[in-house]
């Protein structure tokens, strides 16, 4: 059991470029998100989605686009990036049909955009 | 929109001191949530809180939900270096569908 499985873990890219942040998770969770966290903000949400076919816009959703094909998988695409989207990316998921709404986070992906 | 505030950002403690910081929501909560996270890691769930004036205890760890349920604490007796990290909170509204908004969070450091 993976859990929630975040790739690449680094990463550089130039001003201008575009790519793809990849989350997978194997817990069968139906909601499943994205967050930035730069120094002193602590988590902002990018987008969300409640299951698969369904997206929505979290509080700094700018610049980024997602997707939801498959329950297991909720990739992040930056569009053209810019330096202020140099941050750490983090993925998580919880389920919604228990009580205990437990968020489990990816390990993290840590872009720096020059 | 909803926010969440945890003020201030960061603590120092001497390690053995006892340790206390608060959460408080601009809306009334389903539940509130503790994260922790260690330098270079990722957030890590401590626990949930769901019944107006709940307290929890993990070991030296006390989380207590406030009555109206719009704030939260998070106690540590007798601090130890594993305790360096920062905590945060964050809240579900009913209805939310498991949407969190997380508070910035506490560093707390430890000196030994």
């Known amino acids: 059991n993976a859990g929630v499985t975040q790739t690449p873990k680094f990463q550089v890219l130039k001003t201008g470029q575009s790519m793809t942040l990849q989350c997978a998770q194997d817990?069968?969770?139906?909601?499943m998100s994205w967050y930035r966290q730069d120094p002193g903000m602590g988590l902002r949400l990018i987008h969300y989605s409640v299951g698969a076919g369904i997206t929505d816009q979290g509080e700094v959703p700018n610049g980024y686009n997602v997707s939801r094909s498959t329950t297991e998988d909720f990739p992040l695409r930056l569009l053209s990036a810019a330096p202020s989207q140099t941050s750490v990316y983090f993925c998580?998921?919880?389920?919604?049909?228990?009580?205990?709404?437990?968020?489990?986070f990816g390990q993290g992906t840590r872009l720096t955009v020059v | 929109g909803q926010q969440v505030m945890q003020i201030p950002q960061y603590q120092h403690v001497q390690e053995g001191e006892d340790f206390t910081t608060y959460c408080n929501s601009s809306t009334t909560l389903s539940n509130i949530q503790w994260y922790k996270q260690r330098p270079g890691g990722h957030p890590v769930f401590l626990i949930q809180l769901v019944k107006s004036g709940e307290v929890k205890k993990q070991k030296r760890l006390t989380f207590q939900f406030g009555e109206a349920k719009k704030n939260s604490s998070l106690h540590i007796t007798a601090t130890q270096t594993t305790d360096v990290g920062t905590y945060f909170c964050?809240?579900?509204?009913?209805?939310?569908?498991?949407?969190?908004?997380f508070g910035k969070g506490i560093t707390l450091s430890v000196r030994p």
């Open positions: 964050a809240g579900e509204v009913a209805g939310a569908n498991s949407k969190l908004t």
């Open positions: 817990m069968n969770h139906e909601y």
């Open positions: 998580a998921s919880s389920n919604t049909w228990e009580v205990n709404t437990e968020a489990f």
